[in-house]
């Protein structure tokens, strides 16, 4: 969930100039900007160093733990390690990138910590491969109950940071940002997991998939048209279709286990995903290229 009820989310790289346009820069060098910024941060507070390290460290247990469990239960320990090592680097590169975005909000003052609320984000994010390591590696009915021990706690913690971000703070850009990036992990995960072990069918995990993977693939391919930075949005049928996500993955893997009759229950979940996703589309698209139509003000005659 998102930590302030706002529809829209937009963290800048750093706070423009007053009464200037925010700079319109490639993917690439937006990348390297946050990573430059986070550098830059990292060396000069002694308290973001021991925070990263904190929360970096539980997340390298986590991972390497669960990848090492998943393996060993599966034959494969070394393929469960390497996927966890791999998925560890990769989490923490952009958890570190993150410190470029660890400003309060609204008010844009540096925080010198990631605090609560982005660690438990941040735990999201090093457990979201391990739900596909434990589909893939154990046995097939080994594999449908630990899928569904390790994913059901990750998915309650969606609420929990925005829940404490709100009454305890810190109220983070980074923390509106990384959001919606660990919902796309983790439902998008989940999704191959249901799929490997037979929870949902191809076409309901394909579904999810492309209401999570479209709009990044459409920011890389439209990106030379926008006359504008994109901003990160959250919208209300995004919202809705989340929690559908939710719904959807955890009532399908419950009737299959007890051999209920999960296809009409998928038909019906599923025509409530696609509806919401597609308006999450429409909202997205007009959000990001808002039409140059507007009505004209009624001229007023000064002489009147």
């Not at 302030?4 to 200037?20: F, H, I, K, Q, Y």
């Not at 909000?105 to 982005?118: A, E, I, K, L």
């Not at 457990?127 to 594999?143: D, E, I, K, N």
């Not at 993955?249 to 009409?264: D, N, R, Y």
Request: with cysteine.
């Amino acid at each position: 969930m998102l930590e302030t009820p706002n529809d829209s989310v937009e963290p800048d790289l750093g706070p423009p100039a007053a009464g200037t346009e925010p700079e319109a820069i490639g993917p690439v060098a937006a990348m390297g900007r946050l990573f430059t910024g986070a550098a830059d941060r990292w060396r000069r507070s002694r308290s973001l160093r021991l925070s990263l390290a904190l929360w970096s460290g539980l997340g390298l247990a986590l991972t390497l733990g669960a990848g090492a469990s998943a393996g060993a239960l599966g034959g494969r320990l070394g393929l469960g390690l390497l996927a966890g090592a791999v998925w560890w680097v990769a989490t923490t590169a952009c958890l570190f990138a993150g410190i470029s975005l660890l400003r309060r909000y609204p008010d844009q003052s540096p925080v010198d910590r990631f605090g609560v609320p982005n660690g438990i984000t941040a735990i999201r994010a090093y457990l979201s491969l391990p739900v596909v390591l434990y589909a893939a590696l154990p046995p097939p009915g080994l594999a449908r109950v630990l899928f569904l021990v390790i994913a059901a706690p990750i998915a309650a913690l969606d609420s929990a940071d925005g829940f404490i971000a709100r009454r305890a703070g810190p109220l983070t850009v980074l923390g509106r940002a990384l959001d919606p990036i660990m919902d796309t992990a983790f439902f998008s995960l989940c999704a191959v997991a249901c799929l490997i072990v037979g929870f949902i069918p191809l076409w309901l995990a394909v579904l999810v998939l492309a209401r999570y993977g479209l709009p990044g693939v459409g920011f890389l391919v439209l990106y030379p048209w926008l006359r504008r930075p994109p901003a990160m949005v959250a919208t209300s049928f995004g919202k809705f279709n989340t929690m559908a996500s939710a719904v959807t993955i955890g009532v399908s893997s419950l009737l299959v286990l007890a051999g209920g009759p999960a296809w009409q229950t998928d038909i019906a979940l599923g025509a409530v995903l696609a509806v919401t996703a597609l308006g999450h589309f429409v909202t997205l698209w007009r959000r990001t290229f808002p039409s140059s139509r507007s009505v004209p003000a009624p001229s007023v005659d000064p002489r009147a």
